[in-house]
T-cell receptor, first 114, second 114 residues
């Protein structure tokens, strides 16, 4: 069965420090992978997505993610975190069936220390 | 361009009651997907509507039902509410039902069942 695991439930980093959020997936074929961010009281905003091609993808707000097939991972990175990045981050795999439904991980809450 | 909107923002119901949640899709989008996000969890796929027809369903009982209208707006109906139905309900619209189409999320409706 398809699944997504985000091993870190909560992460705290200092403002200006680098960030890496981990995501592992289980999927039988080439996955469609997404990272979304959710701020309190808000819906989900797409940060970036990977379908094929270059395994390093750039997203909005200075985020990037690297697809590693051998490790079944799609980790999200940012070189320098800003206080406004504090939010919940979700990794998702898109079902390649007709619906393209998204299967989400449990999420990682990012706290940014001043 | 208007994004995805949902109404109401918050709702409180009691066990056994019925509820209807509404979603207006983004302009030009003909597909709406609904997700349930329990507290501390990632969103879970309920079902998808494509051109007014149900196009796929997740692991939810039949008391969860939906509609899509000719203008592609959508409703989610839940009958015989249970305490576990308390969650944030997210609607997402996409240009088509394909797996590579980005899903754009609304802010959600917070349902509390007492």
């Amino acid at each position: 069965a398809q699944s997504v695991t985000q091993p870190d439930i909560h992460i705290t980093v200092s403002e200006g420090a680098s960030l890496e959020l981990r995501c592992n997936y289980s999927y039988g074929a080439t996955p469609y992978l997404f990272w979304y961010v959710q701020s309190p009281g808000q819906g989900l905003q797409l940060l970036l997505k990977y379908f094929s091609g270059d395994t390093l993808v750039q997203g909005i707000k200075g985020f990037e993610a690297e697809f590693k097939r051998s490790q079944s991972s799609f980790n999200l990175r940012k070189p320098s975190v800003h206080w406004s990045d504090a939010a919940e981050y979700f990794c998702a795999v898109g079902d390649a069936s007709n619906t393209g439904k998204l299967i989400f991980g449990q999420g990682t809450t990012l706290q940014v220390k001043p | 361009e208007t994004g995805v909107t949902q109404s109401p923002t918050h709702l409180i119901k009691t066990r056994g009651q019925q509820v209807t949640l509404r979603c207006s899709s983004q302009s030009g989008h003909n597909t709406v997907s609904w997700y349930q996000q329990a507290l501390g969890q990632g969103p879970q796929f309920i079902f998808q509507y494509y051109r007014e027809e149900e196009n796929g369903r997740g692991n939810f009982p039949p008391r969860f039902s939906g509609l899509q209208f000719p203008n592609y707006s959508s409703e989610l109906n839940v009958n015989a509410l249970e305490l576990d139905d308390s969650a944030l309900y997210l609607c997402a619209s996409s240009p088509t039902s394909g797996a590579t189409d980005t899903q754009y999320f609304g802010p959600g409706t917070r349902l509390t069942v007492l």
